[in-house]
């Protein structure tokens, strides 16, 4: 299958880069709106770009849009000329249904997605959902796509917002998260390089071991906390000052904010 990406940036730059490894360079074409950008990328991954997107549409199986969806309604048009009821879209623009999807460019099989930006190291989460269309062959395809920069869970459209709190927005609130914690520790005189790499990778660590153990978090943090001692001390004053409720309204406003994005 031939694949096209319009648009180049934090997300579809990293499918980009993945989907050449996984389906070689010669059946991958791209567009982006900066020449520079195009030729740059052209030559580090050996794709090909394309001068002009209606053309690259038209000799496309699946058309990757991974622009920001509010500079979606340029490339709408030119999509819409090129669709024929085989070709598949394959959005990652957050807020944008398979409704507005099939309106804005005639597609009949459509995929909604939201990676998030650890595919860049190809340590991405991404949830994916599909139109009725999608045959099990194409699904596959698709599959293979987003595994090349991470891991997949395929869920129901009426999630996707949802999902986009615990995996598209939530890279965001981790950093948050670790950049205070290594604070915490410049305060008392650790060297900030050095609070990062301890906070780095006691985070990946951690998430290894949720990963690969199956076991609830909660159990997982009981195991460090030892009676009377500095872990569960922590634990009480983060319960005291609202960890987890700061946590939960965090992800009702990034919900909310998805659902006005989608009206």
């Known amino acids: 299958m031939k694949i096209s990406f319009i648009g180049a940036g934090n997300m579809g730059y990293p499918l980009l880069k993945g989907a050449t490894a996984a389906f070689g360079a010669e059946n991958i074409t791209f567009q982006t709106r900066h020449r520079e950008h195009e030729e740059a990328i052209s030559r580090e991954l050996g794709v090909p770009y394309a001068p002009r997107l209606l053309e690259m549409v038209m000799q496309s199986d699946i058309i990757v849009i991974a622009v920001k969806p509010q500079y979606a309604a340029e490339v709408y048009p030119d999509v819409k000329l090129a669709m024929s009821k085989e070709k598949i879209i394959v959005s990652v623009m957050a807020g944008v ?41 194409e699904k596959e395809v698709v599959r293979k796509l987003f595994l090349s920069v991470g891991r997949i869970e395929e869920i129901p459209e009426k999630l996707l917002n949802a999902a986009i709190c615990a995996n598209g927005s939530s890279p965001a609130f981790v950093y948050l998260f670790m950049e205070a ?83």
């Open 97 to 137: 249904t398979v409704e507005e999807l099939r309106r804005q460019t005639g597609a009949v099989k459509i995929v909604r997605t939201m990676p998030n930006t650890p595919a860049m190291l190809g340590e991405g989460m991404t949830c994916i959902s599909y139109s009725n269309e999608v045959t099990e062959v």
């Open 181 to 263: 914690l290594a604070d915490g520790v410049v305060k008392y005189g650790i060297p900030r390089d050095m609070a990062y790499r301890l906070v780095g990778q006691t985070v990946l660590g951690s998430a290894k071991m949720l990963l690969e153990s199956g076991q609830h978090p909660g159990k997982l943090k009981d195991a460090v906390c030892s009676p009377g001692g500095t872990t569960i001390a922590g634990v009480a004053a983060l319960e005291e000052y609202g960890l987890r409720n700061a946590v939960i309204k965090a992800a009702d406003a990034c919900y909310k904010k998805a659902e006005e994005m989608q009206k």
